[in-house]
């Protein structure tokens, strides 16, 4: 069993501070068979923009890779995490090694028993194949896996394989040991308070990241009192951060810098906010349900060089009418979002070196 006292300290500081996780997609090459030269360049990319954690095996690397006729969860899983020890014993630098965790009981317990023998630190316990059961069964389910390694719960929403979880779910999760975070991604904001209310009111160490990729800056900002228990929403673990990561690590450090000094809200960070999102939808593509968000953000990662091309798992997933305009209209108009110069500057290190 791993534990939350497990975890190096200063990386176990900085995840409680607050801290960028990207979701890391999957490089294929165009037989669509695992790139690592590329999974190991974004590992590096993600590593030196500042980022304090990767999540692997989670939506943006694809669930099919947990497919037997696929079978690429083991090889991603460590083989990344052999990168990112690699270079950050290069760098000097530590982060946090997630791993997603999937399916019922006996598969969830499976992954994590392999995370924890591949070096992760945490899992991102994803609840999809509980659609239709009972709150206790999914509690017993959490339980379960957080015996094995430490857990960061998720929100996922319904149109993406997620499902309604009440603030009694939440209640009771908060109750689990070694529970280290939740990541909370309904993109809802009633249901968004649920979890922050059912985490303040539990009084434990539990820290919150933002998945809602449509409203990042305002989670991040946003202050909240239930009666004087305060909590606040500290990082983000995000599809959206897998691209333009360097900008994403100094977007949050500004927001910490107003949040943990009392500062005034700059109007300019709410104009941003907006800007932010409409970069996401045209990254996630919610205008066709989001059929191309990983497409998307693969798009924007080729331009960059940081994969070969846009392929997935599914040749049929691809982006969807329109959306590498939207991508391209978005890259202009916010030129202060992109991270183009500081990945042009470093891409021949991370992929050759």
Same mark, same amino acid.
């Given at each position: 069993m791993k534990t939350i006292a497990d975890?190096?300290?200063?990386?176990?500081?900085?995840?409680?501070?607050?801290?960028?996780?990207?979701a890391q997609p999957l490089a294929l090459d165009a037989e669509r068979h695992f790139a690592p030269r590329y999974q190991r360049a974004l590992c590096r990319y993600y590593i030196d923009a500042g980022a304090g954690g990767i999540a692997v095996g989670v939506h943006s690397t694809q669930f099919a890779i947990r497919n037997r006729e696929i079978g690429l969860f083991e090889p991603v899983l460590r083989e990344t995490s052999r990168f990112i020890d690699e270079w950050c014993a290069r760098t000097g630098r530590s982060i946090l090694k997630v791993a997603g965790i999937c399916g019922r009981t006996e598969q969830a317990l499976y992954e994590a028993d392999f995370a924890v023998g591949s070096g992760y630190d945490a899992g991102l316990l994803s609840l999809s194949a509980f659609a239709g059961d009972s709150v206790e069964a999914m509690l017993a389910h959490c339980r379960a896996v957080a015996g094995h390694l430490p857990v960061i719960g998720f929100y996922l929403q319904p149109s993406v394989g997620g499902r309604i979880l009440p603030y009694e779910f939440w209640k009771e999760f908060a109750q689990i040991d070694n529970v280290l975070a939740i990541k909370m991604a309904p993109f809802n904001r009633y249901c968004t308070l649920d979890v922050v209310r059912a985490v303040a009111e539990s009084g434990r160490d539990i820290t919150l990241y933002t998945g809602n990729d449509d409203n990042i800056v305002i989670d991040l900002l946003t202050g909240y009192d239930f009666g004087g228990r305060k909590m606040r929403i500290r990082g983000g673990l995000l599809g959206h951060w897998c691209c333009w990561t360097k900008k994403a690590v100094e977007l949050l450090e500004e927001i910490h810098n107003v949040t943990e000094h009392s500062a005034d809200i700059p109007a300019e960070l709410l104009t941003r906010n907006v800007q932010i999102t409409d970069c996401n939808a045209a990254f996630f593509d919610p205008q066709h349900g989001f059929a191309g968000c990983i497409p998307g953000i693969h798009e924007v990662l080729h331009r960059q060089g940081l994969l070969p091309g846009i392929w997935c798992l599914d040749p049929a997933e691809t982006l969807s009418e329109g959306q590498a305009a %939207?991508?391209?209209?978005?890259?202009?108009?916010?030129?202060?979002?992109?991270?183009?110069?500081?990945?042009? %500057?470093?891409?021949?290190k991370w992929l050759n070196d």
């Open positions: 975890i190096d300290s200063s990386v176990l500081t900085a995840v409680r501070r607050g801290t960028v996780i990207p %939207e991508i391209t209209r978005v890259h202009d108009a916010y030129p202060h979002l992109h991270d183009d110069a500081f990945v042009r %500057e470093n891409l021949e």
